[in-house]
């Protein structure tokens, strides 16, 4: 059974900045694409960053130069930086493990941007 434990959330500031982590119970963690993705409240779940296990990287468009996807295979984590949040930045966040065809979610960790 694969657990995926998000932490790192919480309140900040327009501009703030809040690195969230996601913690994989997998074998053969190194194998598998990694994502992160978001839900605003009455939006769908949209993805925000993804990294191979090569270790490219993909962004949302608006994410962009903020965001940074990063992954340690060893300890079998992800990470997302977030740098200048922005109100509409406010959800929560779910790792995402083997892409959303292989079902994998954690339970989320909420971010909210606000003064």
């Known amino acids: 059974q694969v657990q995926l434990v998000e932490s790192g959330g919480g309140l900040v500031q327009p501009g703030g900045s809040l690195r969230l982590s996601c913690a994989a119970s997998?074998?053969?963690?190194?194998?598998?694409?990694m994502g992160w993705y978001r839900q605003a409240p009455g939006e769908q779940r949209d993805l925000v960053a993804t990294i191979t296990n090569g270790g490219s990287t993909n962004y949302k468009d608006s994410v962009k130069g903020r965001f940074t996807i990063s992954r340690d295979n060893a300890k079998k984590m992800v990470y997302l930086q977030m740098n200048s949040l922005k109100p509409e930045d406010t959800a929560v966040y779910y790792c995402?493990?083997?892409?959303?065809?292989?079902?994998?979610w954690g339970k989320g960790t909420l971010v909210t941007v606000s003064s």
């Open positions: 997998r074998n053969s963690f190194s194998i598998y694409a």
């Open positions: 995402n493990l083997g892409g959303i065809g292989m079902g994998y």
